[in-house]
């Protein structure tokens, strides 16, 4: 399906939801400069600080129809489209490490040049992804879903080693929790097809971790879901897979993937299962059983 264009439409009112912890955008002052360049634009601003874990989703549920802005990382962004409201629009100040869907949509990484793009960007309907854990609770992603591996590093990397390191966090954490070992072997259930591996990603689009390029068969807007499978994670610690990582070349596609509209299962044997992590939009949600699926052009988004 190709992605759906929508004409551009003036916002009257919107919110701009900061996360504190995400570089400056706690700052005092700091977001009412971008709420000031909107208001320039015609548009009614209100700045909200988030105050807790999930309270972004709180905040944008309380936003109503308006566009939203979320000003942060992928965590935030992730916290704001689990609360937006059907008939809401959202927008992106990416103040975040990767800031992954900032790049997926091709917006300026610098938050001067994205504020301006609010004004003047393209409305588009994109999909978003679903995560159902085993007790039926749901969780939106907007990029990706990690089962296993990455999770384990997600977890391992703090807000304070990530401010202070940055990129180079996730791959000294990847290195700490390979060489602890013990990765339990997944089963990734697709339809009538099983697939056993060590380590997956359900994604919504082509990047991950950033400007690396881990799936190449979706788009934001493709109808379907697709699952990149590690069958070994040693594989990405060899030399030559680890610098490409550094690099944020793409991923060597000899490593299996594919794409899927069904319904997917993620799963691992009953006595390990219940500890394997699972991490939505680089944040820890959950742990297996879990399933996955798409919800297709389910999210306004300006870009």
């Known amino acids: 399906m190709m992605e759906k264009e929508r004409t551009r439409g003036v916002a009257t009112k919107a919110v701009i939801i900061g996360n504190p912890n995400s570089g400056s955008a706690g700052d005092e002052g700091y977001l009412e400069r971008f709420a000031e360049a909107l208001r320039t634009g015609g548009i009614e601003v209100e700045v909200l600080n988030t105050e807790r874990p999930d309270h972004a989703t709180e905040l944008a549920a309380l936003a109503g129809d308006k566009l939203v802005i979320a000003a942060g990382g992928d965590g935030t962004v992730n916290e704001v489209v689990n609360g937006l409201s059907g008939g809401a629009t959202l927008g992106i100040l990416p103040l975040g490490t990767a800031n992954v869907l900032a790049r997926e949509l091709g917006l300026p990484m610098n938050p001067e040049e994205a504020c301006a793009r609010i004004l003047t960007g393209t409305a588009f309907r994109m999909d978003v992804g679903v995560a159902t854990d085993e007790e039926g609770t749901e969780r939106r992603f907007a990029c990706m879903a990690g089962v296993g591996f990455d999770a384990d590093v997600v977890r391992e990397v703090g807000p304070r080693l ?18 602890q070992g013990d990765q339990p072997d997944l089963q990734i259930v697709d339809g009538d097809t099983t697939y056993v591996t060590q380590f997956a990603v359900v994604a919504n689009g082509r990047y991950y971790g950033g400007e ?24 990405l610690m060899r030399p030559d897979v680890l610098a490409r990582i550094l690099a944020k070349s793409p991923l060597d596609r000899a490593m299996k993937s594919f794409t899927s509209r069904k319904n997917i299962v993620a799963k691992s044997p009953a006595a390990r299962g219940a500890r394997v992590p699972v991490q939505i939009d680089g944040e820890v949600w959950g742990r297996l059983p879990m399933s996955f699926r798409i919800e297709p052009a389910a999210l306004n988004v300006i870009r």
């Open 162 to 179: 990530k401010r202070y390191l940055r990129s180079l966090a996730f791959p000294l954490a990847a290195l700490k929790v390979y060489l």
């Open 212 to 235: 690396f390029e881990m799936a190449e068969g979706v788009s934001l807007g493709s109808g379907e879901l697709e699952v990149v499978l590690i069958e070994k994670v040693g594989l």
